[in-house]
C-alpha cells in the first residue's frame, strides 16, 4: 500500500513535492482508510485540484515512471536513455525520487536519483525495528562503476556489479530470479499516467469494464446515474449486446457502452 512519494528537478517541479497519504489519528477511521498494524492510517484515495497546465497530471507522473523503471526498465535497450525529464534550466542535476509504502507486513522506502544517462543512486530500505538498506547502489565518478552494498536481497554481486546505467536493480535482479525482486518488479499498478501524459483509452479495458457491468445490474445504474453527473452531455449509459462473428457457433457474447443524450 502506498504510503506517500517525493519527487524534485522534475518536469513542472524544481523543489521537492511530497504526496502524503497518512491520516491523522483524531480522524474517524471510516471505510476509505486502512489501518497498519503499528497504528498508522493512511488514506485510500487522494483528490488534487487545479486549473488546467497546473500540473495535476504531473504530479502523477512519477508513480507512472517509478513503476514502469522498478518492473520494465531491464528490458530497454542498453543505449536508450532513461525518459526522465528535469526542470527546464536545471538539466545537469538529477531528477530524485522517494517512495514509501506497506508490503508484506513491513515498511519500505525506494529512493532513486538519476539523469536522462544514467542512476546516480538507488537504494531500498525495510523497516524492522528501524529503516536498514536491503541495497545501496551509487555511482563511482573516479572509478567509472557502481558500488553495490547488500543485506539480504540475495542478488549475486557479480552480477548485482553488471547492472546498466540506464536499469534499476530491482529489474536487473528479478531476471535472476531473485525472490523480493521479482515480488517489487510484479506489483501491480493501474494507471491511464504514462511518462507521457494521460494515455489514450484501452479498448480492452472498456470492454472488460461492460462485461463487468452487464453482470452487475446495480453497479451499471450507479455508473450510469454518475456519469450522467460529470457534464459530458450524458443522461445515462446502456450497454449493447454482440455476438463475435468470427466465432457466432461459440455464442460468445460482448457488450459494448453507449451513451444515451
Not at 476509505?32 to 487522494?46: D, Q, Y
Not at 532513461?82 to 507486513?105: C, K, Q, R, W, Y
Request: charged content about 25%; aromatic content about 12%.
Amino acid at each position: 500500500m502506498l504510503i506517500s512519494y517525493a519527487f524534485s528537478n522534475f518536469q513542472s517541479f524544481y523543489e521537492r513535492t511530497e504526496v502524503d497519504l497518512t491520516v491523522g489519528r483524531k480522524s474517524t477511521l471510516t471505510h476509505w482508510m486502512t489501518e497498519l498494524p503499528h497504528g498508522e492510517r493512511i488514506s485510500k484515495l487522494v483528490a488534487v485540484i487545479g486549473a488546467n497546465g497546473s500540473g495535476k497530471t504531473t504530479l502523477l507522473k512519477p508513480l507512472a515512471f517509478l513503476h514502469w523503471f522498478i518492473s520494465e526498465s531491464f528490458k530497454e535497450s542498453p543505449i536508450n536513455t532513461i525518459p526522465v525529464h528535469s526542470f527546464v534550466g536545471n538539466a545537469s542535476m538529477p531528477t530524485e525520487f522517494e517512495i514509501h509504502f506497506f508490503l508484506d507486513d513491513h515498511l519500505w522506502r525506494y529512493e532513486l536519483s538519476c539523469t536522462r544517462d544514467q542512476v546516480a543512486h538507488e537504494a531500498l530500505y525495510k523497516k524492522v525495528e528501524r529503516f536498514n538498506y536491503v541495497f545501496k547502489r551509487d555511482w563511482d565518478r573516479k572509478k567509472k562503476r557502481y558500488n553495490i552494498k547488500q543485506q539480504d536481497f540475495g542478488f549475486v554481486q557479480s552480477e548485482a556489479e553488471k547492472v546498466r546505467g540506464n536499469a534499476s536493480l530491482i529489474a536487473t535482479a528479478a531476471q535472476y530470479n531473485v525472490p523480493l525482486a521479482l515480488r517489487l518488479a510484479s506489483l501491480l499498478v493501474t494507471t491511464n499516467i504514462t511518462i507521457g501524459g494521460r494515455a489514450p483509452i484501452e479498448m480492452g479495458a472498456v470492454l472488460e469494464a461492460a462485461q463487468y457491468l452487464a453482470a452487475n445490474e446495480k453497479q451499471l445504474r450507479t455508473a450510469s446515474k454518475i456519469l450522467a453527473t460529470w457534464d459530458l452531455g450524458l443522461s445515462g449509459i446502456r450497454l449493447e449486446k454482440f455476438i463475435e462473428q468470427k466465432d457466432p457457433e461459440n455464442n460468445k457474447p460482448f457488450w459494448i457502452p453507449m451513451g444515451v443524450h
